[in-house]
T-cell receptor, first 118, second 108 residues
Framework: NAGVMQNPRHLVRRRGQEARLRCSPMKGHSHVYWYRQLPEEGLKFMVYLQKENIIDESGMPKERFSAEFPKEGPSILRIQQVVRGDSAAYFC????????????????FGPGTRLTVL | GESVGLHLPTLSVQEGDNSIINCAYSNSASDYFIWYKQESGKGPQFIIDIRSNMDKRQGQRVTVLLNKTVKHLSLQIAATQPGDSAVYFCAATGKLIFGQGTTLQVKP
């Protein structure tokens, strides 16, 4: 399977619980991006990671949200104490090299995780 | 801040006709642009890209035009098919600023 993998595809949480979203990039890709998409809206950048490094987290809410991309294993987007407003589709994308300056290689997207907070 | 926007939220075309989806961006420093297609319940799928040193690029049934003077790009789909029905997003560098998307509806 050469594509970006995300799991779970659907996640239901009650308010106050934690949500963990996983993303495995395409083979050979070492850069991962997370986006959030609300219904009827475009994708909003959240965070950009390289292995063991956060490169740009300017789109991440300051509280409750965190992301990591460890040396081994998938990238994890973690949302603590979820609220109803966190309900959205979360997409992960990967690219094969560092995006520098105003240029970037194409990002390839996973199928997304649809988070529903009850 | 930077923005990317599409001109029409919905475009309805007859099967077999050509479709044109437009997009404007604000950052004159953007030098790489991508069009994505998103079908219901799926992640965005790369369609075609263009760098700022070009003003036109063609793929299979798709053409992207870039006008840097007015910061505008368009996606043209020739002989639109029902399988083309989706939401189309343009995105601009640096960290992929996405537009709101245009929903393309193809009438048989």
């Amino acid at each position: 399977n050469a594509g970006v993998m995300q799991n779970p595809r659907h996640l239901v949480r009650r308010r106050g619980q934690e949500a963990r979203l996983r993303c495995s990039p395409m083979k050979g890709h070492s850069h991962v991006y997370w986006y959030r998409q609300l219904p009827e809206e475009g994708l909003k950048f959240m965070v950009y990671l390289q292995k063991e490094n956060i490169i740009d987290e300017s789109g991440m809410p300051k509280e409750r949200f965190s992301a990591e991309f460890p040396k081994e294993g998938p990238s994890i987007l973690r949302i603590q104490q979820v609220v109803r407003g966190d309900s959205a589709a979360y997409f992960c994308a990967s690219s094969p090299r560092l995006a520098g300056g105003t240029s970037t290689d194409t990002q390839y997207f996973g199928p997304g995780t649809r988070l529903t907070v009850l | 801040g930077e923005s990317v926007g599409l001109h029409l939220p919905t475009l309805s075309v007859q099967e077999g006709d050509n479709s044109i989806i437009n997009c404007a961006y604000s950052n004159s420093a953007s030098d790489y642009f991508i069009w994505y297609k998103q079908e219901s319940g799926k992640g965005p799928q790369f369609i075609i890209d263009i760098r700022s040193n070009m003003d036109k690029r063609q793929g299979q049934r798709v053409t992207v035009l870039l006008n840097k003077t007015v910061k505008h790009l368009s996606l043209q789909i020739a002989a639109t098919q029902p399988g083309d029905s989706a939401v189309y997003f343009c995105a601009a560098t640096g960290k992929l600023i996405f537009g709101q998307g245009t929903t393309l509806q193809v009438k048989p």
